[in-house]
T-cell receptor, first 111, second 114 residues
Framework: GQQVMQIPQYQHVQEGEDFTTYCNSS?????IQWYKQRPGGHPVFLIQ?????EVKKQKRLTFQFGEAKKNSSLHITATQTTDVGTYFC???????????FGAGTILRVKS | KAGVTQTPRYLIKTRGQQVTLSCSPI?????VSWYQQTPGQGLQFLFE???????NKGNFPGRFSGRQFSNSRSEMNVSTLELGDSALYLC?????????????FGPGTRLTVL
């Protein structure tokens, strides 16, 4: 079945450094979603990408969807302590009604 | 709009017992999905209900079951609990039939099996 791999599993950065997490699917996706889960909280939707090669920005966050629609990345510029949490990608199947989550990347920021 | 609510928030059970968790989606949302979250395992998909019908199912044993009512509220049941069932159980609702829309997660039910 469809699998979504996410790396790295864990990253610890100094405040002000950049951070990137990558997501790879075993199959072509219809869309990719990104979520953030703060420690002790629940996942909160960040963004959805649908088009091949799509790039979207939210302030210091840049999201990309690969040309083949099988991979995606989330890049955070100049991390802040408020960026701490686990970032999940979730790939939508081409059938349109299945969403598979990656294992998440835990981000810790040292101030 | 009120968010997704889940009850109870915390639960302690012993092995062999059964448990029922409840989820009330955002008003107007007809799709409810359930996930199991354990440290290091990410979000494991259990099942999804849409308009009272199970539309998708993950790779969990038959001890895990669910249902959805006409008001879109959903329940999840786990029978014959095992220690490995200890986890945070999250439900998420979404707006449209294609599931392309964002998932709104509830705060979760923390289940501990002793």
């Amino acid at each position: 079945g469809q699998q979504v791999m996410q790396i790295p599993q864990y990253q610890h950065v100094q405040e002000g450094e950049d951070f990137t997490t990558y997501c790879n699917s075993s199959t072509t996706l219809s869309n990719i979603q990104w979520y953030k889960q703060r420690p002790g909280g629940h996942p909160v939707f960040l963004i959805q990408l649908v088009k091949s090669g799509e790039v979207k920005k939210q302030k210091r966050l840049t999201f990309q969807f690969g040309e083949a629609k099988k991979n995606s990345s989330l890049h955070i510029t100049a991390t802040q302590t408020t960026d701490v949490g686990t970032y999940f990608c979730a790939g939508g199947s081409l059938g349109g009604n299945k969403l598979v989550f990656g294992a998440g990347t835990i981000l810790r920021v040292k101030s | 709009k009120a968010g997704v609510t889940q009850t109870p928030r915390y639960l302690i059970k012993t092995r062999g017992q059964q448990v029922t968790l409840s989820c009330s989606p955002i008003s107007g949302h007809r799709s409810v999905s359930w996930y199991q979250q354990t440290p290091g395992q990410g979000l494991q998909f259990l099942f999804e209900y849409f308009s009272e019908t199970q539309r998708n199912k993950g790779n969990f044993p038959g001890r895990f079951s669910g249902r959805q009512f006409s008001n879109s509220r959903s329940e999840m049941n786990v029978s014959t609990l095992e220690l490995g069932d200890s986890a945070l159980y999250l439900c998420a609702s979404s707006d449209r039939a294609t599931r392309r829309d964002e998932q709104f997660f509830g705060p979760g039910t923390r289940l501990t099996v002793l």
